[in-house]
Structures are given as structure tokens and as C-alpha cells.
């Protein structure tokens, strides 16, 4: 029958049952398709931001509820990545794909 990979190490016997423990839980823990939901909205972002034309007047103010759609890591490498280039960094939104300033100086 077939499984998993992570079934086939599960039952492979090299690993110690703390980590096997560990391991079914994670499982248990994850949504597929959310995951899935998860990586093709930030495929999408990557998408965007390679294939736009800046434009200034499409430049909002900051607005929190638009960098909500920001995870906190992503926030905060692109708030560093501003810091350490002395320049403004732009998201565009996902719903009407305007740009957003993450920091303004």
C-alpha cells in the first residue's frame, strides 16, 4: 500500500519516538490546504512585484489593516531591508492591488 514519506520514516525505525511523537502531531496540527492557500497567495505577491510598473500615484499612506496581509517575519526582513538601504519599501495590496509604503522617512 502506499504512504507517505513521512509514514515510510515513521516506520523506517531510525528515528527516536519522542521525534515520532513530534512529528504525528505536526501532522495533525497542518492543513494542507491552507498551506496550499497560503503558498499561492504569496506565488501571486511574487507575481505581482515582477510584473508591475511603479507608478507614484498609485502610492497610499500606511494603513494597518492593508499590512495585516503581512506575516510578522515578512514585516519585519522587509522593515530591515529599508533600514539597511535607506529607502522605501512599497507592497501592493491583494485586493485592489494599489502600493502601500511599509515605512515612511
Known sequence: MPQTPLDRLLE?????????EELRA???RLNP??????????LECIWDLAHYRYNPAEVEKKTKSKLEELSPVEKEVL????????IK????TRENGKLIALRHD
Open 89 to 92: 519599501v512599497y507592497i501592493r
Open 33 to 42: 490546504f491552507k498551506l496550499s492557500e497560503v503558498v499561492n497567495h504569496k
Open 79 to 86: 522593515e530591515r531591508l529599508s533600514q539597511a538601504f535607506g
Open 12 to 20: 523506517s525505525g531510525h528515528l527516536d519516538e519522542k521525534i515520532c
Open 26 to 28: 505536526l501532522r495533525e
